[in-house]
């Protein structure tokens, strides 16, 4: 798969940081996911969203589905996620993503995974072999060096070279080790339980 060469990256670069709210393991259920575009690490410009199931299958197809049909979608330059697992156990396979999407993808993690315990929790699951397939889809685990160079994550990527990668990263990691849009997608996307959990009881 071809990788798209940034010549310049603007400290304005419209990035897009995606993660999802909290949920019940091992329960059938919606669980919202929250993207939000920002520029650089600086500048809020928009929110979008949408909803996975639990251990489900359709993260991929979900996100692409928000990303596109967006109206900031023509000025985003790249997306990034908190990790590829989703709503428990639905994988967004990241190769598909950037196909979809035409955009270069960066899945940011805190630590490195621990593929053995990923791969003994997905046999307990249908499908196992294709969500593990989409794990490893991620591909190379590379760590970074964030903020102040002095605070590391770890990425996988697709449709973007290391090097740009890891500038986006520094660049957009402005008030944490993490870039600013994945730790607002994070925290908008903890609010919205607690606003859709009473609307969900009650239709119970």
Known sequence: MSCQKFRVIKPEIRVLGVDDGIFTPHVKSLVPVVGVVFRGGHWLDGVMHTRVEVDGFDATDKL??????????????IIMLNGVT????????????????????????????????????????????????????AGEIFE??????????????????EDDAKKILRLTSTRSNIPEALRVAHLIALSLIHISEPTRQAEI
């Not at 990241?94 to 490195?112: D, G, H, Q, Y």
């Not at 903020?147 to 994550?153: L, W, Y």
Request: proline fraction near 5%; glycine fraction near 2%.
């Open 64 to 77: 692409v589905s928000m990303i596109v049909n967006s109206p900031h979608y023509k000025q985003l330059r």
């Open 86 to 137: 989703f709503a428990g156990f639905n994988i967004v396979d990241i190769k598909e993503l950037n196909a979809e999407t035409k955009l270069p993808v960066i899945a940011v993690t805190r630590e490195e995974p621990d593929f053995s315990e990923i791969r003994k929790a997905l046999k307990n699951l249908p499908k196992s072999e294709e969500r593990w397939k989409a794990v490893l889809n």
């Open 144 to 161: 970074v060096l964030t903020r102040n160079e002095s605070e590391k994550v770890c990425m996988q990527i697709s449709g973007v070279f």
